[in-house]
């Protein structure tokens, strides 16, 4: 910690901005998608050939675009007002359930990509990402969101 102005000291650790910040936390569940991807299409591919690649890309997908739009619907409507922003975690996690299922429905007319592989790497996924997603959350208010990054 450095000298800061009028006797304050700063810290060395940058804070982020608190608006976005479940557009940050997202995006580095993407990231970490990305990074789980090539060992998880290899798993699928391992287990039910070419169909169970594309299923496992296919899911990785539909994880992902869930976490962002439901960043994105939470962001707006934190801007907005706190019983927006109710209605919109528990409106938005039913409508996008609901399409999640509409896209299960869709990918078992699809021979091409194995739907086992599809709804298990679904579960799967949106529950490994946030597990791993747990160790960059900061659990303070002084920090919300992802840990602050030494500078």
């Known amino acids: 910690m450095g000298p800061g102005r009028k006797g304050e000291l700063v810290s060395e650790l940058t804070v982020p901005d608190p608006s976005g910040i479940e557009s940050r936390i997202a995006r580095d569940l993407g ?51 706190p019983n927006l922003l109710m209605g919109a975690a528990l409106g938005g996690f039913i409508l996008r359930l609901a399409v ?9 007319q699809v021979d091409a990509i194995d739907l086992s592989v599809f709804v298990v790497t679904v579960l799967v996924a949106h529950l490994g990402l946030l597990f791993w997603e747990t160790r960059s959350i900061s659990l303070s208010l002084a920090s919300p969101g992802l840990k602050p990054r030494k500078s």
């Open 31 to 81: 990231r970490h998608a990305l990074l789980a991807a090539p060992v998880a299409v290899t798993i699928g591919a391992i287990v039910a050939g070419v169909a169970g690649a594309l299923g496992v890309g296919l899911a990785l997908v539909v994880v992902v675009a869930n976490f962002l739009v439901s960043a994105a619907l939470l962001d707006h409507a934190a801007r907005i007002s």
């Open 100 to 108: 999640v299922f509409g896209i299960a429905l869709a990918v078992q």
